[in-house]
């Protein structure tokens, strides 16, 4: 294998690798933005969650686990810009 082969296969290797972080971190990490911006933008003289338990159970009666996570689809398509900026 020449160097160049080399070169392309390991860069290939991290783009994938890359990828799947981004895509990896977005499905475990953004329930849990979801929630805490939900906690932090709720009235603060008629709270509707009394915590974050409350929230992630209304979350889920209210919207399914899709309500868990609106707006994915924006924050994999960042994430796999910036490992890509790195």
Not at 25 to 52: A, E, M, W
């Amino acid at each position: 294998m020449t160097s160049d082969q080399s070169f392309v296969r390991r860069t290939s290797k991290n783009v994938v690798a890359g990828t799947v972080a981004g895509v990896a971190v977005c499905i475990v990490g953004h329930p849990f933005d979801t929630l805490k911006v939900r906690l932090q933008t709720q009235p603060i003289n008629n709270p509707i969650y009394s915590g974050l338990a409350d929230c992630f159970y209304k979350t889920l009666k209210w919207e399914g686990i899709s309500g868990l996570y609106k707006g994915v689809g924006k924050s994999a398509v960042l994430s796999v810009t910036e490992c890509g900026l790195k």
